[in-house]
């Protein structure tokens, strides 16, 4: 159980160490303040990663409105087909039928 290549005889150590050299009492308050120390720095250090993620999905949506010819910039979003709309177009024009003709020579 090594965290950082300090083990638990080291640990140990160190709090021994600190406790001679600070004292039963200052031990709790020295602790309070490194914890709010660590809660501190760990905000400061999401809320700069928060504002990078922000900032990077900035640069790749830039990026990507750049990578856009200036004719598919202008073009209009058309949603796509329908995946049952296999109609083709000559089925949506009207029909004419070949006895209609023109009526109007007769």
């Known amino acids: 159980m090594n965290f950082l290549g300090v083990g638990p005889t080291e640990l140990l150590i160190v709090l021994i160490v600190a406790l001679v050299i ?3 009492e200052k031990l709790p308050e020295i ?3 490194l914890g709010e ?4 720095f760990k905000k400061q250090f999401d809320g700069m990663s ?4 922000r900032h990077l999905e900035t640069v790749k949506q830039l990026s ?6 200036p004719y598919e910039a202008e073009m209009p979003s058309v949603p796509p087909a329908p995946a049952d709309a296999s109609t083709p ?3 949506l ?9 023109d009526s109007s020579q007769a």
């Open 22 to 24: 600070f004292g039963p």
């Open 31 to 33: 602790a309070r303040k």
């Open 37 to 40: 120390s660590t809660h501190d």
């Open 50 to 53: 928060e504002e990078m993620n």
């Open 64 to 69: 990507d409105a750049q990578m856009l010819t």
């Open 89 to 91: 177009a000559k089925d």
């Open 93 to 101: 024009a009207p029909e004419v039928s070949p006895s209609s003709g």
